[in-house]
């Protein structure tokens, strides 16, 4: 199976700043990514999937970019309502795989 | 709009059979969609497990340590999870999804808790 590995781990941000979360793939996933918000008590809410391409309704703030093993989720000007964890995806190769998840909190 | 809603025992008992219910509003399983299984364990880790088709084909995940098997009741528009001689590493919060391609998931349930004790 492919590893997905994120860092941070938790990520502690003040509002209005731009956070950056980093996703690596164990092999190149060729842009097969994708970025779910979950916030607490809720199920995953997908955000972002061909690693770039922003599902419908997501706010523009959110942003992706990546290729090869390399992808990250940028979000500008943080809100609070961003207050989440963070899950990348790969699905390139079966079984999709995610990683382990980035804990984002307000500073 | 489409709208997944789990269900299930809540606790189950180690080496016994767990059967969860994904039922689905707004849309036909059988007119599209990938139908899929995900569970998330306490320490938030995901893992996909498996999906039927519209048409009723089923792939599943081969990394699992136990066995699964997903089936549906058409006429109720519901598909299902079994998972055989369960142990304490099953016990995890289980959502079904639905998705155009299978790829990624656009749609949730909002997951059914599961506890494997005795």
């Known amino acids: 199976d492919i590893q997905m590995t994120q860092s941070p781990a938790s990520l502690s941000a003040s509002l209005g700043e731009t956070v950056t979360i980093e996703c690596r793939a164990s092999e190149d996933i060729y842009n097969g990514l994708a970025w779910y918000q979950q916030k607490p008590g809720k199920s995953p809410q997908l955000l972002i999937y061909?690693?770039?391409s922003l599902h419908t309704g997501v706010p523009s703030r959110f942003s992706g970019s990546g290729s090869g093993t390399q992808y990250s989720l940028k979000i500008n000007s943080l809100q609070s309502e961003d207050v989440a964890s963070y899950f990348c995806?790969?699905?390139?190769?079966?079984?999709?795989?995610f990683g382990g998840g980035t804990k984002l909190e307000l500073k | 709009q489409m709208q997944l809603q789990e269900s299930g025992p809540g606790l189950v008992k180690p080496t016994q059979s767990l059967f969860l219910t994904c039922s689905v509003t707004g849309f036909s399983i059988t007119s599209g969609y990938y139908w899929i299984w995900i569970r998330q364990s306490q320490g938030k880790h995901l893992e996909w497990m498996g999906y039927m088709t519209y048409s009723g084909e089923t792939f599943y995940n081969p990394s699992l340590k136990s066995p699964i098997s997903i089936t549906r009741e058409t006429s109720k528009n519901q598909f299902f999870l079994q998972l055989n001689s369960v142990t304490t590493e099953d016990t995890a919060m289980y959502y079904c999804?639905?998705?155009?391609?299978?790829?990624?998931?656009?749609?949730w349930g909002q997951g059914t808790l599961v506890t494997v004790s005795s």
């Open positions: 999804a639905g998705d155009p391609g299978g790829n990624w998931f656009a749609y």
């Open positions: 061909n690693a770039n």
């Open positions: 995806q790969q699905y390139y190769n079966y079984p999709p795989t």
